[in-house]
């Protein structure tokens, strides 16, 4: 069971409206990384937090922006949705004990 | 060019099979290198992670990594149903830096 839980699950929005993924973290992991993976494709980094502040951003446009609070949940927000960006949408939190990043299940988003 | 290639797939192979899973990189400052596992509408799982060169071998996986040719490799031995999944290639420059993904390789054991 992953400690890194994601909602909802499931999405569909219109194209143009704004949305808001939700993360929770295990307690103590300082890192979180969001990853854009459409069907068929590896995840796409979109951006990375450290203990609230953004430190690495991959090629998206500002209106993929995010949040990270203290209690170790972050939030993805993308504004101006576009038919393009349906895709599965994961966050993962650094596990320094064994490398790597822990990964939730996704949100799946459908932009019609 | 793209960072990180990997074949799509997909592949099949009996039960009981070795599979040979492979990914070639272009960025030499790629220090670390991880094998990811994801079943369908699932988020991937951290199989390896290997740091620079050389072989980690945990129970039937044993990852491998060549930086000279820029080349990593997953071996998975006497191959399960269950192993059916895409396998994601990974690397980074830096401990706790982002990840660079292949796009993926399917991978289908059949009973």
């Known amino acids: 069971e992953t400690g890194v839980t994601q909602s909802p699950t499931h999405l569909i929005k219109t194209r143009g409206q704004q949305v808001t993924l939700r993360c929770s973290s295990q307690?103590?992991?300082?890192?979180v990384s969001w990853y854009q993976q459409a069907l068929g494709q590896g995840p796409q980094f979109i951006f990375q937090?450290?203990?609230?502040?953004?430190?690495g951003r991959g090629n998206f446009p500002p209106r993929f922006s995010g949040l990270q609070f203290p209690n170790y949940s972050s939030e993805l927000n993308v504004n101006a949705l576009e038919l393009d960006d349906s895709a599965l949408y994961l966050c993962a939190s650094l596990d320094r004990a064994n490398y790597g990043y822990t990964f939730g299940s996704g949100t799946r988003l459908t932009v019609v | 060019q793209k960072e990180v290639e990997q074949d799509p797939g997909p592949l099949s192979v009996p039960e009981g099979a070795i599979v040979s899973l492979n990914c070639t990189y272009s960025?030499?400052?790629?220090?670390?290198f991880m094998w990811y596992r994801q079943y369908s509408r699932k988020g991937p799982e951290l199989l390896m992670y290997t740091y620079s060169s050389g072989n980690k071998e945990d129970g039937r996986f044993t990852a491998q990594v060549d930086k000279s040719s820029k080349y990593i490799s997953l071996f998975i031995r006497d191959s399960q149903p269950s192993d059916s999944a895409t396998y994601l290639c990974a690397t980074s420059e830096n401990y706790g830096q982002n990840f660079v993904f292949g796009p993926g390789t399917r991978l289908s054991v059949l009973p």
């Open positions: 307690s103590g992991h300082n890192t």
């Open positions: 960025n030499s400052a790629f220090q670390y």
């Open positions: 937090y450290y203990r609230e502040e953004e430190n």
